[in-house]
């Protein structure tokens, strides 16, 4: 019988000393990702997500100081 593997997505934060500090795990890549879209903006921080899986393979990067100047750069 083949095991599924399950892979989990975990969102971290830079902090100011330029460090990654792990928050919260999701089971999909999907909703990590909202989820560190929508912490960048709210703080203007720095978010990844990374795959627990394949040793925490970084997957996405998100800035939210830079995601807010794109936004004002469109109205």
Not at 33 to 44: C, N
Request: net charge positive.
């Amino acid at each position: 019988m083949l095991k599924e593997v399950l892979s989990v997505y975990c969102i971290e934060r830079k902090d100011d000393d330029s460090q990654w500090r792990r928050e919260l795990c999701f089971k999909t890549e999907f909703k990590a990702f909202v989820s560190a879209r929508t912490k960048s903006m709210a703080t203007l921080g720095t978010y990844r997500v990374v795959n627990s899986s394949w040793a925490n393979q970084v997957v996405a990067e998100v800035n939210g100081l830079e995601l807010v100047k794109k936004n004002k750069n469109r109205i």
